[in-house]
C-alpha cells in the first residue's frame, strides 16, 4: 500500500500562484510515476500533469502547459505542483496519484494507470 496526503490549496485570486504538496508513505519502492488530477463540479476527473519518478519526464494538459510545473523530491518522498498563473477555470478538487505500472508513461492520462489516490486538495480561483 502506497499512502498520499494533498496539502497547499485555498482560494486565490485569478493570476496568483499555489504550490501542492503531495506527501507518499508506505510501499513507495513500487511506485514508477506521480500524477496530478482534478476535479471541477459536475465534470469528470482529469489529467493535470504526470512525471516518471526516477527519470523525471514529465507530462501535461494541454490547458496548463507553461503555468503548471510538477516536480518530485526523492530524499523527502514528496511531489509538488507548482501552479503559476491560475485561472478561474482551474478551480476544482486536485488529487494525487501514484502508479506501479511499468508501461508508465502509456496511457499516462488515464485514471485507471494509477492504483493508489490522496483525498485531495481543494483549489478555488476567483476571478
Known amino acids: 500500500q502506497v499512502q498520499l496526503v494533498e496539502s497547499g490549496g485555498g482560494l486565490v485570486q485569478a493570476g496568483a500562484s499555489l504550490r501542492l504538496s503531495c506527501a507518499t508513505s508506505g510501499r513507495t519502492f513500487s511506485t514508477v510515476a506521480m500524477g496530478w488530477f482534478r476535479q471541477a463540479p459536475g465534470k469528470e476527473r482529469e489529467f493535470v500533469a504526470g512525471?516518471?519518478?526516477?527519470?523525471?519526464?514529465?507530462y501535461y494538459l494541454d490547458s496548463v502547459k507553461g503555468r503548471f510545473t510538477i516536480s518530485r523530491d526523492h530524499n523527502k518522498n514528496m511531489v509538488y505542483l507548482q501552479m503559476d498563473s491560475l485561472k478561474p477555470d482551474d478551480t476544482a478538487v486536485y488529487y494525487c496519484?501514484?502508479?506501479?505500472?511499468?508501461?508508465?508513461?502509456?496511457?499516462?492520462?488515464?485514471?485507471?494507470?494509477?492504483?493508489?489516490w490522496g483525498q485531495g486538495t481543494q483549489v478555488t480561483v476567483s476571478s
Open positions: 512525471i516518471n519518478w526516477n527519470s523525471g519526464i514529465t
Open positions: 496519484a501514484a502508479s506501479s505500472q511499468l508501461l508508465w508513461p502509456r496511457n499516462h492520462n488515464r485514471i485507471q494507470t494509477y492504483n493508489y
